[in-house]
């Protein structure tokens, strides 16, 4: 009985970890970017992709949830239960696209230093680099990580909501566009829920819980709080930051290319508002260089549950994160100017959505992967295989219209 009690509370906790490095992955500086670019370019339209991200966000994260925890399997291994090799084909795909993103988390986590202390950008990136390294490398590791996401989570919604509640926003003009656009981008579509729920933030909660303990059908209520709170918790800063955008491109300002987030916060609330900036950029740089790094990881890890805790594993894991981590920083070091390659790479983590999420479905019916008690339900099967469709079309239709 103890050791049910005790179960359900470790898992308990892990699904609250999991959401919120969830949630945080989902909300870095490449999502700052794209919705200040996209709100600039669409105006009170961009809120149709923000509500078509919500919905796939919630379709995707409880069908790759449920899967990974049923299963007992990291999402590459159920891959190549599918069929031989194409486990390793995902790993790749994640892998790289993770790695892309964390150029632009840790320039972010670099700037949001930058703002608040005035150190170079190049150095804040290291100092943050080097943090996120002794974050994921200690004893605690996912003791440390839940705790410090947590924390960063509270500081990016206070920053939000302070913002917010100075503004004056147009709450007619954004929830009419949301629900009736007049135009529809599939770019802008396919940019923000690749950039928010695609790549390696599809499977960050998911692999979380796991390697929390979860595992089986009786772990299904922690899928469903971590999921559904993970993605309130993003829904919430999605919807608050597209607002604020959106009361400063109807207000005339221009934003700044460079660096458009920052100008948000700037014609919001001057001085302080731009420190406010820093202070949510830096927290949420470090939250997702954390969550890509331990997602992507987890992606190179094929060992099973009973050998990860080997002398061996912990140091392949430690090297790893040290090498993730430190490519990303020396490429930002050398390259600089972040802001389109987060809006690329969001692009492309959205083509790598119908794939993964099409593979986890295939899955989640075979009775060798799921075991013989398990029924997968029928409308999470539906509504995924309507994303991916939906969003498969949205890159093809993208890819169409730059040619």
């Not at 009736?180 to 998911?206: D, E, Q």
Request: aromatic share 10%.
């Amino acid at each position: 009985m103890q050791e049910t009690t005790d179960h359900r509370r470790t898992v308990r906790n892990a699904a609250i970890g999991g959401a919120f490095l969830m949630a945080m992955s989902a909300v870095g500086p490449g999502f700052l970017t794209q919705t200040a670019t996209f709100t600039q370019q669409e105006g009170a339209n961009f809120g149709f992709a923000i509500l078509m991200c919500i919905i796939v966000d919630v379709i995707v994260q409880l069908n790759i949830w449920r899967v990974i925890i049923v299963s007992g399997k990291r999402a590459q291994m159920i891959a190549n239960d599918v069929f031989p090799g194409l486990g390793y084909f995902l790993s790749l795909l994640v892998a790289i696209g993770g790695l892309f993103f964390n150029i632009g988390n840790v320039a972010g986590a670099g700037l949001g230093l930058n703002v608040l202390f005035g150190i170079p950008t190049i150095w804040g990136a290291v100092i943050s680099a080097v943090a996120a390294v002794l974050i994921l490398v200690m004893k605690n590791a996912l003791k440390a990580v839940d705790r410090t996401v947590q924390v960063l989570a509270v500081i990016a919604v206070l920053v939000l909501l302070y913002t917010l509640a100075i503004m004056k926003i147009p709450y007619g003009t954004a929830v009419s566009h949301t629900f009736m656009p007049t135009k529809v981008n599939f770019y802008s579509i396919l940019t923000i829920v690749g950039g928010t729920v695609g790549g390696y933030i599809s499977f960050a909660g998911g692999h979380r819980l796991l390697e929390g303990g979860a595992q089986g059908t009786k772990d299904l209520g922690a899928v469903n709080l971590g999921a559904l709170s993970g993605i309130g918790l993003a829904s919430v800063i999605r919807i608050v930051l597209f607002l604020t955008g959106l009361a400063v491109v109807l207000g005339g300002a221009t934003l700044d290319a460079a660096n458009p987030a920052a100008t948000i916060f700037k014609v919001a609330a001057g001085t302080f508002g731009y420190k406010f900036f820093g202070l949510l950029l830096f927290a949420a740089g470090m939250s997702s260089v954390i969550g890509s790094t331990f997602t992507s990881i987890s992606f190179l890890d094929y060992t099973s549950r009973k050998n990860e805790n080997t002398d061996h594993n912990r140091h392949y894991k430690m090297a790893i994160t040290i090498g993730f981590i430190a490519f990303a920083t020396l490429i930002f070091c050398f390259v600089g100017q972040p802001a389109t390659v987060l809006v690329v790479v969001g692009a492309i983590n959205g083509f790598i959505l119908p794939i993964a999420l099409g593979i986890l479905l295939v899955a989640s019916h075979k009775t060798k992967i799921m075991g013989a008690g398990y029924h997968h339900p029928a409308w999470l099967t539906w509504t995924g295989w309507l994303v991916v469709i939906f969003m498969a079309y949205a890159g093809i239709n993208t890819v169409l219209n730059l040619l």
